[in-house]
């Protein structure tokens, strides 16, 4: 620090940055031959000196003593460190002039320009958000010095660790200055070696795929999993924590996490320090309840753990969870549920108790939504579980949180309570940030059932802040075109309903497995609604006009020689067709995400009834289940999972509707893979050279079926390095059957009766095809790809195979 002592006659210079010029002096301990100032003299007048750019009237608002004050060495002191806080000025000097105070100035210089140089890894204009200085503001040593480290740091985010940066001043004419940052970035410092000590019950492979750092390898080029970060391992640290929980050792502690610097600077060896302590396993399990109408025997049947497994805190937390938000919803909204333990070490057993009580009543005084620009306050109010007036509970702000999110209008969305007028009365306010809804997409990739597509369409999922979801998409591929103009209203008249409308025209291609093309024209519109969280059912009415057809009739086979034409079925499927139907969803969901699921079930029923107007008559009833079933207690991971998918379906005609044979169930593809799609079944010949017409051996028309039914078994599993890449593998078996015919005008199979029509038709059965095989799935730069290998276990004769399915495609 600088001081300042005056004298008579000579004024002792002083400076706050003694300690770096090496001539100024502690306000404490002045020099020997300075003397002390005369505190009864009073400041007559005040001059400034030195100021070219600074008012002086600016430069004496931040002096503490003024005119007419007495020269008090503390207040000049005071107004020395004041001067040189305001960061404008390279020096000051206080002296006095007989009654006059002079205050001699040299000004910092000001910032002409920012350049940075040697960069390449992180842009410019990303470190000039980092660093504090702008052109034309005041230039300091402290603040560029500041800003240098602001640079490391943001470096060493980035696992640069040897980066280094070296301003350059380079002075100017007009006290200006450029500031240049020479910056070596050096190369990324990975980390080389993981090591973890003290553990024994699992190996160092095994924890080493429970954190998210790992060693470097040359296939981690996508990925930055390998670069050190101190936040990251931290993150690990609490990763481990969980895990060995999870696995049944309450006792579990970290010691420590560290990172330590190669001496090259070129690497990090991270060290995982811990202790286990003992393995415990749940032994009694009870629940204690002190709330009203509620008694321990009707809650034990909500405990899912079972007596004598692994000790699992997570588990135990959901459990709690879950039975507390069942309260919730069945008439106690105030109730709480606590876990409690009791550790046995010699036994190494856990007793586990659940504690319900009644926390305490809050009630929603006043609702406020903050940050929507666009979305209306309405579209946001009605997706909250409470209303001023209702109780409010912890699950409250939770599900609120998520489903505003799930919205997808906005990019940030917190949930805040603030006290209300009383004790017992919150205010809540949703704060969100809006994000752009709007959605221009090009696409392009390949599928085994269409070939190469390419797809592009304009969509608005919040359509003038309503809620509304509008668009029109396109897709045009090998062996298809689509065009769909969609409306959804998810909140239609301001009630729990999903209203929408789609307007669209297919062309399908299927002559590669087929000998006909389909078009359909046509509109559906659709209302949905929802009894609660998990049960929900959906209502559309169908208009398509249809039209089976482009291929060789019987008298163009004759006239111009071609070897076969389509099975007498088709043919007799050919034509236009008008469709009227009314069909209906029944869903009860319970998986824990939809997009992605890990555990829970789904159940969905579903009906279609075709035949008002139109001149198409049937009935079709279809049922569906899976269940997923999470392996993290066999595998201590949460990438493991089985999963189980079946559904049955039946279909009949009525009155004298038209019989076509598009409408049928088909086996094959994407419910029975190694199958070709629809290759499995009833199959009827084509038609083989004219004259004198005859089945043509190994041509073949799939007709379809009535009745089918479908299961399958599949296990989701990690793949090595698969994390690093985006690769994850399963195993699964398919099996299913179709049968029943169901032709325009009945069989033709009798040959002494159909004379010249006689056609055969084989795969007419119940009994099982059954495929098994391996897929994995990758998440590329350039979209999810999709490859199933399967072959064929059982199958009928002639059944038509595809043993490798390949999907890729991606939006930008």
């Known amino acids: 620090m600088a001081s300042v002592c005056l004298l008579p006659v000579i004024a002792a210079k002083a400076d706050a940055q003694g300690a770096a010029r090496g001539r100024h002096h502690h306000a404490n301990t002045p020099p020997a031959h300075k003397q002390r100032s005369a505190n009864g003299s009073v400041i007559e007048a005040i001059s400034i000196n030195g100021n070219s750019r600074i008012e002086t009237s600016t430069v004496l608002s931040y002096m503490v003593v003024q005119p007419g004050d007495n020269f008090n060495q503390d207040n000049l002191d005071r107004s020395l460190k004041t001067l040189y806080a305001t960061g404008l000025f390279k020096d000051v000097t206080l002296r006095r002039d007989g009654n006059t105070l002079v205050v001699d100035l040299v000004e910092n210089p000001i910032v002409n320009r920012i350049a940075f140089e040697g960069n390449h890894a992180v842009k410019d204009e990303d470190l000039r958000k980092e660093i504090a200085l702008r052109p034309r503001a005041v230039f300091s040593a402290q603040a560029t010095a500041a800003d240098r480290q602001k640079l490391l740091n943001l470096y060493a985010s980035k696992a640069r660790f040897g980066a280094t940066v070296t301003p350059q001043i380079v002075k100017l004419s007009h006290n200006r200055v450029d500031v240049i940052f020479k910056i070596n970035e050096a190369q990324q410092t990975l980390i080389n070696k993981i090591v973890f000590v003290g553990n024994h019950a699992f190996s160092e492979a095994r924890l080493a795929q429970v954190i998210s750092s790992k060693e470097t390898e040359w296939y ?116 709480m549920v606590r876990s409690e333990i009791a550790r046995n070490p010699e036994k190494h057993i856990v007793d586990l108790l659940f504690d319900v009580t009644e926390g305490p009543r809050v009630y929603v005084e006043r609702v406020d939504i903050n940050g929507n620009t666009i979305t209306q306050d309405k579209v946001i109010r009605r997706q909250l579980p409470m209303a001023e007036g209702d109780p409010y509970t912890p699950f409250d702000r939770k599900y609120s949180k998520a489903v505003l999110q799930d919205l997808g209008y906005f990019s940030t969305v917190s949930i805040d309570q603030t006290q209300g007028s009383a004790p017992d009365r919150v205010n809540v306010s949703a704060n969100v940030v809006e994000k752009p809804t709007g959605e221009f997409s090009l696409g392009g990739g390949y599928s085994t059932d269409v070939g190469i597509l390419g797809n592009a369409s304009v969509k608005q999922h919040n359509m003038l802040g309503t809620g509304i979801d509008a668009g029109i998409s396109g897709t045009v591929a090998y062996y298809e075109k689509q065009v769909d103009l969609s409306v959804s209203d998810p909140y239609f008249l301001n009630r729990n309903l999903v209203a929408g409308i789609d307007i669209y025209g297919i062309q399908n291609n299927y002559q590669t497995y087929q000998s006909y093309k389909e078009g359909r024209y046509g509109g559906t519109l659709r209302l949905g609604y929802s009894y609660n969280n998990y049960l929900s059912q959906s209502w559309s009415y169908s208009l398509i006009d249809r039209d089976v057809g482009n291929f060789y009739s019987p008298s163009d086979a004759s006239l111009y020689g071609y070897e076969y034409v389509p099975s007498i079925y088709v043919q007799q499927s050919a034509g236009w067709s008008l469709l009227s139907q009314l069909s209906t969803t029944l869903s009860y969901d319970r998986r824990d995400n939809r997009m992605n699921p890990r555990k829970g079930y789904m159940l969905q029923v579903a009906g279609d009834f075709a035949g008002l107007g139109g001149n198409t008559k049937y009935v079709r009833a279809k049922i569906d289940g899976d269940y997923y079933l999470p392996l993290d207690a066999i595998t201590g991971s949460h990438d493991w999972t089985m999963q189980f998918k079946g559904g049955a379906g039946y279909m009949t005609d009525w009155g004298d509707g038209n019989v076509n044979i598009i409408d049928n169930f088909y086996l094959g593809g994407q419910n029975l893979r190694g199958f070709l799609q629809g290759g499995a079944g009833p199959r009827s010949a084509h038609y083989g050279k004219y004259p004198n017409a005859q089945p043509a051996e190994g041509q073949e028309d799939l007709l379809g079926g009535k009745f089918i039914y479908t299961a399958s078994a599949q296990l989701n599993f990690p793949l090595p390095m698969g994390d690093d890449v985006g690769i994850s593998g399963r195993y699964f078996v398919d099996a299913g059957g179709l049968a029943g015919l169901r032709l325009p005008h009945g069989r033709l199979t009798n040959a002494a009766k159909d004379g010249a029509l006689y056609t055969p038709i084989s795969g007419d059965s119940v009994t099982p095809r059954v495929s098994t095989g391996f897929g994995i799935s990758w998440k590329s730069p350039f979209g999810l790809v999709n490859i199933d290998a399967a072959v064929p276990i059982h199958k009928s004769r002639n059944d038509r195979l595809y043993p490798i399915r390949f999907g890729f495609g991606q939006q930008f």
Do not use: C
């Not at 050190?228 to 640290?237: F, S, V």
């Not at 924590?241 to 190669?262: C, K, P, Q, W």
């Not at 001496?263 to 991270?270: G, T």
């Not at 009870?286 to 109408?293: A, G, I, K, Y």
């Open 220 to 335: 981690r080029f996508f990925s930055s999993s390998d670069e050190y970060n101190p936040e990251r391992i931290k993150y690990d640290a609490e990763l481990l924590r969980r895990f060995y929980l999870h696995n049944g050792f309450v006792d579990f502690h970290m010691i420590n996490a560290t990172g330590e610097l190669s001496p090259d600077r070129k690497s990090f060896y991270v060290t995982f320090t811990l202790s286990e302590g003992a393995r415990y396993r749940i032994g009694k399990m009870d629940v204690r309840s002190s709330l009203r109408h509620v008694e321990p025997p009707e809650l034990r049947q909500y405990i899912t753990l079972f007596p004598h497994q692994w000790y699992d805190g997570t588990a135990i937390q959901n459990n709690a969870t879950g039975m507390q938000e069942r309260l919730q919803a069945t008439g106690h909204p105030f109730a």
